[in-house]
């Protein structure tokens, strides 16, 4: 069993940052592969970032986020800049085992992007 508690979430404007960070406790945590998604009103969750080899970013957040982990405090965050108001959803956090596929999904935390 995993659970993940995220923050940092806000209303910031267009063009500026924000960092989410993403604790994690539990069994193992460890070993399990962690990812950030979004879902804004009336779409899809969408994946953004993971921390695979090499790094995934999905194309519309390309250059603009980061996506690091600090194995001590099994912490992952996401750093964003150059915001956009486009970005503005709830972003959530995921950890996915890397053999039995079994997901653990953070409550979310909501950013708003707005002049």
């Known amino acids: 069993q995993v659970q993940l508690v995220e923050s940092g979430g806000g209303l910031v404007h267009p063009g500026g940052s924000l960092t989410l960070s993403c604790a994690a406790s539990?069994?193992?945590?460890?070993?399990?592969?962690m990812a950030w998604y979004r879902q804004a009103p009336g779409k899809q969750r969408e994946l953004v970032a993971a921390?695979?080899?090499?790094?995934y970013y999905a194309g519309s957040v390309k250059g603009r986020f980061t996506i690091s982990r600090d194995s001590a405090k099994n912490t992952v965050y996401l750093q964003m800049s150059s915001l956009k108001p486009e970005d503005t959803a709830v972003y959530y956090c995921k950890a996915e085992h890397p053999i039995s596929l079994v997901a653990y999904w953070g409550q979310g935390t909501q950013v708003t992007v707005s002049s």
């Open positions: 921390i695979r080899s090499g790094g």
């Open positions: 539990g069994s193992a945590v460890g070993i399990y592969a």
